[in-house]
């Protein structure tokens, strides 16, 4: 990954948004699927198909060999689960993470429910206190100097909500490529961050688990678990930046509803 931030024009970002919303139709199609008794190879087919019917490509099949084009992550499994024979039961945590190509241009989301009714008051304050860090993250960008505002907004909401950053996994810049430079933490960090300005899309993507920060991968080589076997939650959007404000690119409505608690009305570039 290039250390240099590739800058958009409004007319890529318009293209970006074309890929973002397919991402997000996919990804409805997907917890639709992820019913009681479905597997996760159930799940990623559901967004697979909208993927294909949309002409769009998907950006993680085949990305460095992995071999689906969802992650689902289950219960401990905090990202990059690949899509198999696992058996969803009730009061499972799914995590879906999908991506898709339109023309060159990269979206890339992530959502996180509920597999019929929640077990715990504890899982329904994970699955919800993530999303209302990652809209914290949304929300501080449209106003930030630099990328650690973003971080810092990201982290006061998991605190508050009792949920723990998975050290070492953060979010990123996005374009012509999935993943590229500027890294988006979920955590606070020294240093000198990259400045806030009109053109940089990036992906924000909080990932907060009821434990332990520390995770481990499995034999797979790709599933990410919680250390402690505590359960975890990832949202994401992609975003972008541009002289009149910002634009959730993977939402049909700009981020409107997820903006508004915060007084924040997006606009399109």
Known sequence: MSSRIQLKTREQMRVMARAGVVVERALAAAREAAVVGATTRDVDAAAAAVI???????????????????????????????????????????????????????????VTFIVGEALTAADERLVDGTRKALWAGIAALATARRLDEVSAAIEDAGDAAALHPLIGFVGHGIGTEMHQSPDVMNYRTRGRHPKVRPGLCVAIEPMLVLGTSESRIL?????????????????????????????????ADGGAAGLAPHGIAPMAP
């Open 52 to 110: 294909a019917q949309a002409g769009a490509t998907s950006n993680f099949l085949g990305y460095h060999g992995f071999p689906a084009t969802t992650c689902v992550s289950v219960n401990e499994e905090v990202v990059h689960g690949i899509p198999g024979e696992r058996v969803l039961a009730a009061g499972d945590v799914v995590s879906v993470d999908c991506g898709a190509i339109v023309d060159g241009w990269h979206g890339d989301s992530a």
């Open 219 to 251: 034999e797979d080589d790709w599933t990410v678990v919680s250390a402690d076997g505590s359960r975890s939650a990832h949202w994401e959007h992609s975003i972008a930046v541009h002289d009149d404000g910002i634009w959730v690119l993977t939402a």
